[in-house]
């Protein structure tokens, strides 16, 4: 069974920083390109950066561009979002997703999600 | 805003069809894909590459796509049907991916 757990997420001030945490299972994590979506709170989904299994592709939003990172740990099935510069437009819950088909390339298919890490900007 | 527009509502009556929309030039080009989300749950896949169903999907949801237009439609909508529905395919430069705003699918 396929699964994705993310973690780190919490209340911050604005312009601090937050890394958030995906543990994947259930696949073979270095077969995929892996997403984070986030959604604010009563507010659509946005895709906020992807990643191709190798890092060879790394993509942002521009929303974020400039301010979050991507980051991935095959041996340890983990996917990371470091967050710097945190604006109260980015308080969304944080969705780790894995792409379908996309291995070399990042696709608009996202076939599993995680329940969601909640982040928080607000002094 | 989005560089894809959905109608922010549709209603279906019971039983009935129901095609929800997915404007943008980006679709042109580029295949959508569409998602299902339901209140305090993680949103799943039911439609990708335009028209194709991941196993476990009912086959009531099927997707098409004409000119700028992408469609997701339900033939037999079902109480268990109500819930968000979100298109993402490319931005119009094909340079990021994006989602529609959201169409919120009310079964009558």
């Known amino acids: 069974e396929v699964q994705l757990v993310e973690s780190g997420g919490g209340l911050v001030q604005p312009g601090r920083s937050l890394r958030l945490s995906c543990t994947a299972s259930?696949?073979?994590?270095?077969?995929?390109?892996m997403h984070w979506v986030r959604q604010a709170p009563g507010k659509g989904l946005e895709w906020v950066s992807g990643?191709?299994?190798?890092?060879?592709?790394?993509d942002f939003a521009d929303s974020v561009k400039g301010r979050f990172t991507i980051s991935r740990d095959n041996a340890k099935n983990s996917l990371f979002l470091q967050m710097n510069s945190l604006r109260p437009e980015d308080t969304a819950l944080y969705y780790c997703?894995?792409?379908?088909?996309?291995?070399?390339?990042?696709?608009?298919?996202?076939?599993?999600w995680g329940q969601g890490t909640l982040v928080t900007v607000s002094s | 805003s989005s560089e894809l527009t959905q109608d922010p509502a549709v209603s279906v009556a019971l039983g009935q069809t129901v095609s929800i929309t997915c404007q943008g030039d980006?679709?042109?080009?580029?295949?959508a894909s569409w998602y299902q989300q339901k209140p305090g749950q993680a949103p799943v896949l039911v439609i990708y590459?335009?028209?194709y169903r991941p196993s476990g999907i009912p086959d009531r949801f099927s997707g098409s796509s004409s000119g700028n237009t992408a469609s997701l439609t339900i033939t037999g909508a079902q109480a268990e049907d109500e819930a968000d529905y979100y298109c993402?395919?490319?931005?119009?430069?094909?340079?990021?991916?994006?989602f529609g705003g959201g169409t919120k699918l009310t079964v009558l």
């Open positions: 993402n395919s490319r931005d119009s430069n094909g340079d990021h991916l994006v």
């Open positions: 980006s679709l042109r080009t580029y295949y």
């Open positions: 997703t894995k792409d379908f088909t996309g291995k070399w390339e990042l696709t608009n298919v996202f076939d599993y």
């Open positions: 590459n335009k028209k």
């Open positions: 990643i191709t299994w190798n890092s060879g592709i790394i």
């Open positions: 259930g696949f073979t994590f270095d077969d995929y390109a």
